[in-house]
């Protein structure tokens, strides 16, 4: 719940700073979320949302509502998510929403291929396929006056797979989810071998800035701002709630 508080926060005071100065900032924010399954807008009725927010709840994961698009999917450890809050307004022309989604798309492809030489399958479905019937990466975005919300999920461990059993992710039923660790080490022999999502992130950072020309700096945790205040409660309640379920109960 903590992520899409986070999000709300900032997109409002992105509208608010560039009404009042023009002078707003973007942000990509890269983490991973404990267990939890989010249902898209526009997905089935209310009774039949319930009833499965009350199955997958009794895996020991949450259950979270977006506006986002898409249908139902998981998002937890061992699963590194990309939060892009930007303004597609900053270039001349603006940016279009396809355009934005192809460039998330080859953002993903292009860190598997450099980063773990792993070439992607195309697809008619959005996302990245490691085959036929394998999906590694997740895209689902919203776009409220200009300024963008969620992104993608992209698998690193095996830790998310077992989760993943528990739906028919993204509505596709003849699809399973997979996994860079799979790919690079399919009999999944000896020591993971990408245990650490940390690892992932300093080149999707470098290929987002070059895909989507942005220069980007750190966030400075430090320093005094709303943002920064509202990152440092999301991280504080994230210390606070302890361990998770490794894996579901049921």
Known sequence: MDGLQLQERVHQLQLLARKTSGNHRDFFFL???????????????????????MRLRAT?????????????????????IGYPLIDLGRTSPPM??????????????????EEHGIKHVPSEHTGVFLDGRT?????????????????????????????????????????KAGCIADAVEPNGAGAEPYGSVTREYPGLASRFGQIYGRD???????????????????????????????????
């Not at 991973?32 to 009725?45: L, S």
């Not at 279009?96 to 291929?113: E, N, T, V, W």
């Not at 990152?231 to 109960?249: C, D, I, K, N, Q």
């Open 31 to 53: 983490l991973e979320h404990r267990p939890v399954y989010t249902f898209g807008r526009r997905q089935g009725d209310d009774s039949q949302i319930a009833s499965e927010a």
């Open 60 to 80: 020991g994961a949450d259950c979270v509502f977006t506006l986002r698009g898409g249908q139902t999917t998981y998002h937890g450890p061992g699963q590194i």
């Open 96 to 113: 279009g929403i396809r355009d934005y989604i192809c460039r998330m798309q080859k953002l993903l492809q292009s860190h598997l291929a």
């Open 135 to 175: 999906k590694v990466a997740s895209i689902g975005v919203q776009v409220r006056h200009r300024l963008t919300t969620h992104g993608f999920a992209l698998n690193v461990t095996r830790e998310p797979l077992p989760w993943f059993d528990k739906i028919v992710a993204c509505g596709l039923a003849d699809v």
């Open 216 to 250: 980007l700096v750190p966030l400075d945790l430090s320093a005094e701002g709303e943002v920064e205040d509202a990152v440092r409660l999301v991280e504080m309640r994230a210390f606070s709630l302890g361990p998770w379920h490794r894996t579901p109960v049921f």
